[in-house]
């Protein structure tokens, strides 16, 4: 498995009622969130995120199809908006996208532009199931080293340096369990396949001393 990104988004807040700042691989922006609900409005909320993401990935998906194919269609616009409802219990997002071409087109490229559009990749995760795995870190973890030891070998993490791209729990589950205190269970499997596991670590966040 390997992350979309090499390096992750990274979002931050310090005190200022909702200033965020989010660092993306050439540069930063301000996230905020609207006054009538206590931020500061200095950037878009959350949800014009997710919205304006389904917006950008629509529209360089078309820009991409329609230059491909050769077509005579110079400006596109889109816009998006949501509403959420709760039914049986269960949170219902509807996003309604609206797509406007700036001059006539045939029906016949409409309907496949409608086709591609539905299918652009952030469509596609939206739709899709996705999963959030979410990890608790402070300040003095960063270069803190956790050591798990049998008699043959200690196993050595750095929770800073894991990406959790879960290669060692798939591979060795009987060892690697994050649903486990603690998380690793050296004593699960064979010196042996421990080590061959921990050299998979992709980030070196997993290491071994032979004793
Ligand atoms: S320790 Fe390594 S292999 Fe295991 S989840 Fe973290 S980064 Fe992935």
């Given amino acids: 498995?390997?992350?979309?990104?090499?390096?992750?988004?990274?979002?931050?807040?310090?005190?200022?009622?909702?200033?965020?700042?989010?660092?993306?691989?050439?540069?930063?922006?301000?996230?905020?969130?609207?006054?009538?609900?206590?931020?500061?409005?200095?950037?878009?909320?959350?949800?014009?995120?997710?919205?304006?993401?389904?917006?950008?990935?629509?529209?360089?998906?078309?820009r991409m199809y329609i230059d491909k194919k050769g077509w005579d269609i110079p400006e596109i616009k889109v816009n998006v908006n949501m509403f959420q409802q709760t039914k049986n219990e269960k949170l219902l997002t509807t996003i309604d996208r609206d797509i406007h071409f700036g001059n006539d087109i045939p029906n016949e490229q409409k309907e496949r532009l409608l086709e591609i559009a539905g299918n652009c990749p952030v469509s596609r995760l939206l739709q899709a199931d996705v999963a959030i795995r979410t990890y608790v870190y402070h300040n003095e973890e960063v270069d803190k080293k956790l050591n798990y030891s049998n008699s043959e070998v200690t196993v050595e993490w750095r929770p800073d340096l894991c990406k959790h791209s879960g290669r060692c729990v798939h591979g060795l589950p009987g060892v690697f369990d994050v649903n486990k205190r603690p998380w690793i269970n050296i004593e699960g499997a064979t010196t042996e396949d421990i080590i061959s596991q921990v050299n998979k670590c992709p980030t070196g966040a997993l290491k071994h001393h032979k004793k």
């Fill in 1 to 62: 498995m390997n992350y979309k990104f090499e390096q992750p988004v990274v979002g931050e807040i310090g005190v200022q009622k909702y200033k965020i700042t989010i660092q993306w691989r050439n540069g930063q922006f301000i996230a905020d969130e609207p006054e009538k609900s206590g931020g500061g409005d200095l950037g878009p909320d959350p949800f014009t995120l997710l919205l304006s993401s389904l917006a950008s990935c629509t529209l360089a998906t078309l």
